[in-house]
Every structure is written in structure tokens, then in C-alpha cells.
């Protein structure tokens, strides 16, 4: 986007409207620093962005590299047209199922790598979940989150109008 500045408290997104007025948008969002894990994700070329419109999340924090366990979470969300899919590592026969997807137009893909290491990953991963109505996946399962845009930068994700509630992340640390 032409202007993306994070600030203490949030995100500010500034974007080119399509009419005459100037017009203020404030709506709830997660931005961390992680870019799509593939040139193919690019939806609008000009802004080098990848760009999903009502998306499933889907968030894991495991390393995945066969299509079998690309598929099993793929099968998770239902009849939607676009996925947005969080993880530790995406490669492999993994990073080309999900890319050839895209490509032929089966579903509207972007992948990205889960933000931080270690305990703090899975933090972060937890609010995202929060963010987002979701879990995080691993051995047990898991649920697909959702949210109203996604938008990956060369630099930045940013999650826009999750479907989740914040507070109740907040009261499950309390």
C-alpha cells in the first residue's frame, strides 16, 4: 500500500478511494511482520500485494512439506474461495500444492511464515487465533479462523476485521 506505518496501539493503512471524498475507516485488525512465502500469492501487481477478501485462516505451527498434510487442513474450511494459511514452514511438495491451487484458479491462496520463535511464536500464534475466531492447529486438531481482509505486503500481514473477540483471549490470560 502506498503508506503502512505501525504505531504503539495499531496500524495505519492509508489507500487510494475511488471517489471524490476523503473518508476514515477505522476497523479492527493484527498486523506482524512476515511477507507471503511465494511471488505467486501477488494479487494487484502495481502494489506487490497479496490481497483476500473474506478469508479462511488457517494457522499451524508445524513444518509442513507433503501435500497430504496440506490437504487435511485444506478439507477444514468448507466451501470458501479464498485461504489464507499460517505456518512454521511451508516447502516442498506443500509449497506447490498450495501455489498450483492458486495458479489455476482453484482457490485464492497466500501462505506466509508464522511470526517470532520459539514460546513467543506460539503466543503470537494464539492471538491470531483470537483475532481470527480460529485455534492454532497441531496433532489434535484445530479450527479455521476468518476474517473480512487479509493483506500481505513485502513487508507486513495484516489481518482487517477478524471474526474473533479479542477480550476473551485477554480473559483466558487473566
Do not use: W
Amino acid at each position: 500500500f502506498p503508506s503502512h506505518d505501525t504505531i504503539k496501539d495499531g496500524s495505519i493503512v492509508v489507500e487510494r478511494g475511488s471517489g471524490y471524498k476523503d473518508e476514515v475507516v477505522i476497523s479492527d485488525g493484527f498486523t506482524f511482520e512476515r511477507t507471503y512465502l511465494s511471488p505467486y500469492f501477488i494479487t494487484d501487481k502495481r502494489k506487490q500485494a497479496a490481497v483476500l477478501e473474506n478469508p479462511a485462516i488457517i494457522i499451524s505451527n508445524e513444518k509442513l512439506k507433503t501435500y497430504s498434510q496440506v490437504q487435511a487442513l485444506i478439507d477444514q474450511v468448507g466451501d470458501v474461495k479464498s485461504v489464507l494459511l499460517i505456518c512454521d514452514e511451508l516447502s516442498g511438495e506443500a509449497l506447490s500444492t498450495v501455489v498450483q491451487s492458486h495458479t489455476r484458479g482453484l482457490m485464492q491462496f497466500a501462505a506466509v511464515q508464522a511470526p517470532a520463535f520459539g514460546d513467543a511464536r506460539r503466543e503470537l500464534l494464539e492471538e491470531i487465533a483470537a483475532v481470527t475466531d480460529g485455534q492454532v492447529f497441531d496433532e489434535a486438531g484445530g479450527k479455521v479462523g476468518h476474517a473480512e481482509q487479509v493483506v500481505i505486503t513485502r513487508d507486513t500481514t495484516t489481518i482487517i476485521g477478524g471474526a474473533g473477540n479479542p477480550e476473551h483471549r485477554i480473559e483466558m490470560l487473566g
